[in-house]
């Protein structure tokens, strides 16, 4: 029986160290991560031609407004690229309607999805084939940019010399429950990406909301095609600057860029569908080790405190603490406040649950469906550049 109860505690104590990992990794990523610093503008400055490019399939409930803050922006030498990747809820007239007020847009149909190609990588593609800007931001079609923000961010690139720039943005929720699973998201991508290594070339990381890359970067790596069947083209993207000897920087963009997650609960984890199985990189053996050990850290911390045992109750509270305490400095870099902090613990519940739900139907239907379109697990398996 004490062999028994000896094991169960050692147990629980080890479930309880990945919470100090944790907060080791928000804190260094906070402290390490700077936020993007703002500019004095100089009007006569001659700015490099820089290409914003969006890729757009069904948007119309986001892009009008996210447009028109790109719209806004005052950069001299822009051009702004509109993929409308076959849309067929009216995305392309709203489309048409703001370009037709700004000559700096170019809009760009695709009719047809070319075999072995994700929709959203092939019309990025399509973009930097109509682009002749020296830099490339690819963007996503909910992000709203701040005034200024291009000016801002090319600055930042330009001073550094660095041929791919990440800059993380605020995300908005309309829940504290989707901000508060937003948090603790973050603390596993701050330790997968080891984002605080950036800055010493050690690491790579990337965000739909802003990618910036140097052309002739892109143009020297194996490029886009490389990335055709890639879901997390992101990520896989400041893989392809970073393995192609490009110099890469991350900062933060809370008073640059904002997006909002998901509207709910339930859009969240209809919307990581496509994302969860991949992290597991389409094996079924490394999604039931995730769920097993995400449900484990879960649970650990709390069986650890109603044990009765005051040094694993201990321990459970300090790495609950210390995981709270991490995140001080998350609200100037993310918006993140006490609450979200608060309850941030309790949701690994739910991300166990869509990486759950992403692997199942992943497997039922022998792939996935993104944007009526079909890709076989075979395919996504072969296609697969994302490496940790």
Request: hydrophobic share 45%; with cysteine.
């Amino acid at each position: 029986m004490f062999d028994i109860l000896w094991s169960f505690e050692a147990l629980v104590f080890l479930g309880c160290l990945p919470w100090y990992l944790a907060a080791w990794g928000v804190w260094m990523s906070l402290k390490n991560v700077q936020s993007l610093p703002s500019i004095s503008l100089d009007r006569e400055k001659k700015y490099p031609r820089l290409s914003v490019i969006i890729a757009a399939r069904n948007e119309a409930g986001t892009i009008e407004n996210a447009l028109k803050s790109v719209l806004a922006q005052n950069y001299p030498n822009l051009e702004i690229i509109l993929v409308n990747d076959r849309s067929n809820d009216g995305t392309d007239e709203i489309l048409q309607k703001l370009a037709e007020k700004d000559p700096r847009v170019l809009i760009h149909h695709v009719e047809e999805l070319p075999p072995g190609w994700l929709g959203k990588v092939n019309a990025m593609q399509q973009g930097f084939g109509k682009s002749t800007g020296v830099w490339l931001l690819f963007t996503d079609a909910d992000v709203h940019f701040q005034e200024e923000s291009l000016e801002r961010i090319i600055d930042v690139a330009e001073r550094s010399s660095v041929d791919y720039l990440c800059v993380v943005p605020e995300v908005q929720a309309r829940q504290r429950l989707l901000k508060a699973l937003y948090t603790v998201s973050l603390s596993g991508f701050f330790l997968a990406t080891r984002i605080w290594e950036v800055k010493n070339q050690n690491s790579f990381v990337g965000v739909g909301a802003c990618g910036l890359v140097r052309r002739s970067l892109l143009s020297q790596s194996p490029g886009l095609p490389w990335l055709k069947m890639e879901v997390v083209d992101d990520l896989a993207l400041a893989q392809l600057a970073w393995q192609a000897g490009g110099k890469l920087d991350v900062y933060w963009g809370r008073e640059c860029l904002r997006v909002e997650w998901y509207p709910s609960m339930g859009d969240l984890i209809r919307g990581l569908e496509k994302n969860l199985f991949a992290g597991a990189q389409y094996q079924y053996w490394r999604a039931l080790l995730g769920i097993i050990g995400i449900l484990f850290v879960a649970v650990a911390p709390w069986l650890s405190i109603f044990s009765g045992n005051w040094l694993l109750g201990l321990t459970a509270v300090g790495a609950f603490s210390g995981y709270w305490l991490a995140w001080i400095s998350g609200d100037k870099a993310q918006g993140v406040g006490w609450l979200e902090r608060l309850i941030s613990q309790l949701l690994l519940f739910v991300i166990a649950w869509a990486l759950a739900r992403s692997t199942f139907i992943t497997w039922r239907q022998g792939g996935i469906q993104w944007r009526e379109t079909f890709y076989s697990i075979a395919d996504l398996r072969r296609g697969q550049r994302l490496k940790f």
